[in-house]
């Protein structure tokens, strides 16, 4: 059974930094592409089609942001450890929402949530202007 579990997740002020971290076990693949997904304040927790996609990685190494976030988050993993990241610098307000890791069996990456079968609990993410 794929497990993802995030954590990093906390409160900061407006330009300061946080790194998301999400181990991921169970997965048996042999290709594997992750991404970071975030849902803001007022939408339904749990609702796939309220969750934006904000940045992947697919199995070759491939990255991909959305507009919002690029120059100022980075995502990386770490094969050995089984582990994805998210280094978010420069965090505004408006970042402020529950980030989730997802993961999906496949050597391409669609920064959608449909895309992806297996999903993390998510961990808070609340920044303070």
């Known amino acids: 059974q794929v497990q993802l579990v995030e954590s990093g997740g906390g409160s900061v002020q407006s330009g300061g930094s946080l790194t998301l971290s999400c181990v991921i076990s169970g997965f048996t693949g042999r290709e594997l592409s992750m991404g970071w997904f975030r849902q803001a304040p007022g939408k339904e927790r749990g609702t796939f089609a309220e969750r934006e996609g904000v940045a992947g990685i697919d199995s070759k190494g491939t990255t991909n942001y959305a507009d919002s976030v690029k120059g100022r988050f980075t995502i990386s993993q770490d094969d050995a450890k089984n582990t994805l990241y998210l280094q978010m610098n420069n965090l505004k307000p408006e970042d402020t929402a529950v980030y989730y890791c997802?993961?999906?069996?496949?050597?391409?990456?669609?920064?959608?949530?449909?895309?992806?079968?297996?999903w993390g609990q998510g961990t808070q993410v609340t920044v303070a202007s």
């Open positions: 997802a993961a999906e069996s496949s050597t391409y990456l669609l920064l959608t949530p449909e895309f992806f079968s297996y």
